[in-house]
């Protein structure tokens, strides 16, 4: 069996969009009073005694190393013909620039919200400059998931294959993540009346 690094990564990225998934649906439970709806009170007490706030953070350290390790693999792997240089600012990268350029927004937008998460930089921060820095999670879903879509497994400039398993998971995440904003803002727009 021969296993291709270029594989290793694509596999990696669409565990890092699943984990960002589900990092950003945290953050928008977070936001809400969602220890008094009937769900949370149903769950089990094992997960109604954990921390969400420490899971969200948590599931963003992995997120972000499921993306280090996504690109890392993508360097290791000769045939690409990627450098970090090319990983970075992708403004010469040898396949799909715009969709790389993607994926390499929503890593620095990830690495300015979990920087302005940690305590020592927060405490710095009013609440309202937090919380805006914190609002880039959503552009920074919609770069993973355009990215994730769009961009040749093989990096072989193939048009896209819309029904390809692995273009179904960013898609999935993507339909998620837009479920989950529509109901989120509904509560917004509910809480405000």
């Known amino acids: 069996m021969d296993i291709r690094l270029l594989d290793v990564s694509a596999v990696i990225g669409l565990c890092a969009a699943c984990a960002l998934t589900f990092n950003i ?4 439970m977070l936001s809400t009073a969602y ?5 949370w009170k149903e769950l089990p007490d ?9 899971v969200h953070n948590w599931t963003a350290y992995v997120a972000l190393s499921l993306v280090f390790f996504h690109v890392l693999f993508l360097l290791l792997d ?32 990830l690495i300015t919200v979990i920087i ?45 294959d819309w029904l390809d398993g692995e273009k179904l998971v960013p898609e999935i995440c993507g339909l998620i993540l837009v479920a989950a904003s529509v109901i989120r803002y509904r509560y917004h727009v509910k809480r405000k009346c």
């Open 25 to 28: 649906l945290l953050g928008m």
């Open 35 to 39: 220890k008094r709806s009937t769900l």
């Open 46 to 54: 094992k997960i109604k005694k954990l921390h969400m706030v420490d």
């Open 78 to 109: 000769s045939s690409t013909k990627f450098t970090l240089a090319n990983a970075l600012w992708p403004v010469n990268a040898p396949h799909q620039k715009l969709e790389v350029a993607f994926g390499t927004i929503a890593l620095y937008a």
């Open 116 to 160: 302005t998460t940690q305590k020592v930089v927060k405490k710095k921060m009013s609440f309202r400059l937090w919380k805006n820095i914190h609002l880039i999670s959503y552009g920074t879903a919609l770069l993973f998931i355009i990215h994730g879509i769009l961009l040749d497994p093989n990096l072989k400039d193939q048009p896209v």
